[in-house]
């Protein structure tokens, strides 16, 4: 499985979703940033919205449309265990 994490430079928001993601051990999934300063379609999409997750089951770079699933944001107070907990439920799925 694989997180996408579209977020931008100088986000706070953003960093602390990352760094509390990348604190989560009970779990096994790759992350993967995107800037959406980097990309017109994400840019557009989501400049008012990150930091926004994604689930996604591909693998590969050019993802089918379709293949990812857009994650409800946490509170910026949870507790890395509580992101665990919210991420194994719809891992579950």
């Given at each position: 499985?694989?997180?996408?994490?579209?977020?931008k430079?100088?986000c706070?928001?953003?960093?602390?979703?990352?760094?509390?993601?990348?604190?989560?051990?009970n779990?096994?999934f790759?992350l993967?940033?995107?800037?959406?300063?980097?990309?017109?379609?994400w840019f557009?999409?989501?400049e008012?919205?990150?930091?926004v997750?994604?689930?996604?089951?591909?693998r590969?770079v050019?993802d089918?449309e379709g293949s990812e699933?857009?994650?409800?944001?946490?509170?910026?107070?949870?507790?890395?265990?509580?992101?665990?907990?919210m991420?194994?439920?719809?891992?579950?799925?």
């Amino acid at each position: 499985m694989r997180l996408i994490l579209y977020s931008k430079p100088g986000c706070h928001l953003c960093e602390g979703l990352q760094e509390k993601l990348e604190q989560i051990q009970n779990l096994s999934f790759e992350l993967e940033v995107r800037d959406i300063t980097t990309r017109e379609d994400w840019f557009a999409a989501y400049e008012y919205e990150v930091p926004v997750l994604y689930l996604s089951n591909h693998r590969g770079v050019q993802d089918q449309e379709g293949s990812e699933k857009p994650l409800p944001r946490p509170s910026p107070r949870a507790s890395v265990q509580q992101l665990e907990q919210m991420l194994r439920k719809y891992l579950a799925n």
